[in-house]
Every structure is written in C-alpha cells, then in structure tokens.
C-alpha cells in the first residue's frame, strides 16, 4: 500500500545507513578485520552497549571525504528509489576527526554525496549535526560551539544522541543554547531508552521542536497531553524500537496510542541495516499498525513541516506532496 507514496524522514543516523557489503569493502580497503562486526550480510550487536560498538566499527572504515560522499550518494539514491523527496541526516564530526578527519573536512564529504545524490534524483537533503552524549558535556559542549562558529548551507540542526542512561539533559542543556541562539533547529533524543522522564527533561531544559524517538512519554498520559498541545513533533522508528527492545512487539507499540492522543508523529528508519529495515519497511509496518494511506501521508506532511530546512524548499516539498496527491491533511 504504501510503496507509491511519497516519503520523507528526519531521523536516520549517516553511518548507521551503510550497507554491510559496502562496510566491508571499506574495510578490506584500510586492512580491518570486519568478521567481529557482519555476519551473514548483518551487523552483530546483542543490546544497546554493543551497539554502538558496531556502530563506532562502521563508522571507523569511513576516512575519506570521498569514503564519505559515496556513503551519503549511496543511502540517498536508496532512499529516492522508493519515492523518497527529503531526507535529514544525523552526522557526527567526532567519527571523522576519530579516524584523522577534521571536522570540516567530514562534512564537506557528506555534501558532495548529498549534491551528487540530488543531482541523479532530485531528493533534497540537509545535515543535522550530533553531540555525542557518551562522550560527555564538554565534547556536546565543544561541539556546539564549533557549530556556532561554522556554516554550511545544507547543515541546518543540532542533537544529541548515544548512551540516554548516561548523566542528565541538564548537564547537556548549555549546548543547546548555543546551537539554538546560532540559529539552528533543535532535537534531541529523549524516551528510547529511558522512560518518561527523560521526555520531560527535554521539553523542560532543551525546548526541542522534535524528539528523537520520544515513545516513551506514553508512560505519562500528562505528558502525551503535552506533546500534543505544544505541538512537538516525535521521530518515531517502529523497527528500531522493536530491534531494541524498547518494547515487545508492534501491537505493544504505542504510535496509534499516541496518535490518538494528538501528538504529531513521523516515520523514519534510525539505523536501517542495523535493524533489518528500511524507510519503506517503516512505512510498512505503520500501515501494518493500522494507519490508512491518508494518516501516513499527514506524517510525511508532518516531517516536511518540521523539517530544519528553509522556507523556500520546504514550501516546494510540500508542492511535490500536493501535487503526487498526498498532501492530505488529515489529523492523526
């Protein structure tokens, strides 16, 4: 049902969007042994910990700024090929600078591939850049303030993503402050892997336009009501949620109860092969939940709207959902 529709997605982490095959390549190019990490054309991770040692495995066999214009080109034209229109990227500089790479350099990569991508298939994307919690206030800190002092067109946001268990969102609240008052969009990932309270914390201390995951908040009907009447848009990732264990199955998850409640939601994929999943699996699967065609072309509506992009584009997006007839704006 939902392969023809026109899509769009906020929250998918760069490295997690590497394809195996592609990752051992990489890695049979720099000398790595990749047998730890891909079995059977999969990643192997067992709970978040080891996770994201695979993931930091990916990202170290990507040195280049052309190792990371292929991998950007690569995971667009994958996207455009399943009527993907926008895409918004998480891209961490500290997985370039761990392999030599500067931070500018990194970024520069991941724009050719951007502008490569576009150029073959008319996708737009732009680059959201992340803190990495694990790593501690002070690298977030130091992060968001090396985004003040930089710009790039096609880098529009600021998150903070990795280990939720790790210190307080007060202890990260200052970067965002700074990245806000330098004019970029702000997320956060919040209620993945802690409960509730950890969707408030953001609310409170960060003031996000969107949460990253954020499913958690269901535990809180106060704080559903909230979401919903301040309009925060929630990054929702069935699969991964799924693959992670944040809850048991997809009749325990709770988007349509969320739905339900008013809070506006969108569809998106996080770490794709990770988790055996794609953007149009996720499309899928909410369908599967028991969303009509209607509802999920509001969420791709609602990612356009809350997308961290200019006026002038997001208004053309908005045209291309129209004119595909998929601009229904039925409330969800």
């Known amino acids: 049902m939902t392969a023809s529709l026109l899509k769009a997605e906020l929250h998918c982490h760069v490295e997690g969007a590497a394809p195996p095959a592609l990752v051992a390549a990489q890695a049979d190019k720099y000398g790595i042994d990749w047998h730890p990490f891909i079995r059977d054309n999969g990643y192997v991770w067992e709970d978040f910990t080891s996770f994201i040692a695979a993931y930091d495995f990916v990202a170290s066999v990507f040195r280049t700024e052309e190792d990371y214009a292929a991998l950007a080109e690569a995971y667009l034209c994958e996207l455009a090929s399943v009527n993907t229109i926008y895409s918004e990227l998480f891209v961490s500089p500290d997985h370039g600078e761990a392999v030599g790479l500067s931070a500018e350099a990194y970024i520069e990569g991941l724009?050719?591939?951007?502008?490569?991508?576009?150029?073959?298939?008319?996708?737009?994307?732009?680059?959201?850049?992340?803190?990495?919690?694990?790593?501690?206030?002070?690298?977030?800190?130091?992060?968001?303030?090396?985004?003040?002092?930089?710009?790039?067109?096609?880098?529009?946001?600021?998150?903070?993503?990795?280990?939720?268990?790790?210190?307080?969102?007060?202890?990260?609240?200052?970067?965002?402050?700074?990245?806000?008052?330098?004019?970029?969009?702000?997320?956060?990932?919040?209620?993945?892997?802690?409960?509730?309270?950890?969707?408030?914390?953001?609310?409170?201390?960060?003031?996000?336009?969107?949460?990253?995951?954020?499913?958690?908040?269901?535990?809180?009907?106060?704080?559903?009501?909230?979401?919903?009447?301040?309009?925060?848009?929630?990054?929702?990732?069935?699969?991964?949620?799924?693959?992670?264990?944040?809850?048991?199955?997809?009749?325990?998850?709770?988007?349509?109860?969320?739905?339900?409640?008013?809070?506006?939601?969108?569809?998106?994929?996080?770490?794709?092969?990770?988790?055996?999943?794609?953007?149009?699996?996720?499309?899928?699967?909410?369908?599967?939940?028991?969303?009509?065609?209607?509802q999920i072309n509001a969420m791709t509506r609602t990612a356009i709207e809350a997308a961290f992009v200019d006026e002038v584009t997001r208004k053309a997006l908005l045209q291309r959902l129209q004119k595909a007839g998929s601009g229904d704006e039925t409330a969800i």
Not at 229 to 258: Q, T
């Open 111 to 294: 724009a050719a591939g951007i502008l490569a991508a576009r150029d073959k298939t008319g996708i737009e994307c732009r680059m959201v850049i992340i803190g990495e919690r694990h790593l501690g206030p002070d690298n977030v800190l130091r992060r968001a303030k090396w985004l003040a002092g930089y710009s790039h067109p096609l880098v529009t946001g600021f998150n903070m993503a990795g280990e939720e268990r790790m210190n307080r969102v007060a202890d990260y609240a200052p970067a965002f402050d700074i990245a806000r008052e330098a004019g970029y969009g702000i997320t956060i990932h919040a209620g993945e892997l802690c409960g509730a309270f950890s969707v408030r914390d953001a609310l409170d201390l960060v003031r996000p336009s969107r949460i990253g995951h954020g499913v958690r908040a269901i535990e809180d009907p106060d704080l559903v009501k909230r979401l919903a009447d301040e309009g925060v848009v929630l990054e929702v990732c069935p699969a991964s949620n799924i693959a992670l264990k944040v809850f048991d199955d997809y009749p325990s998850h709770p988007m349509r109860a969320l739905a339900d409640a008013g809070v506006r939601l969108c569809i998106n994929s996080d770490d794709p092969p990770f988790f055996h999943t794609s953007l149009a699996n996720d499309y899928a699967l909410v369908a599967g939940m028991g969303f009509s065609e209607a």
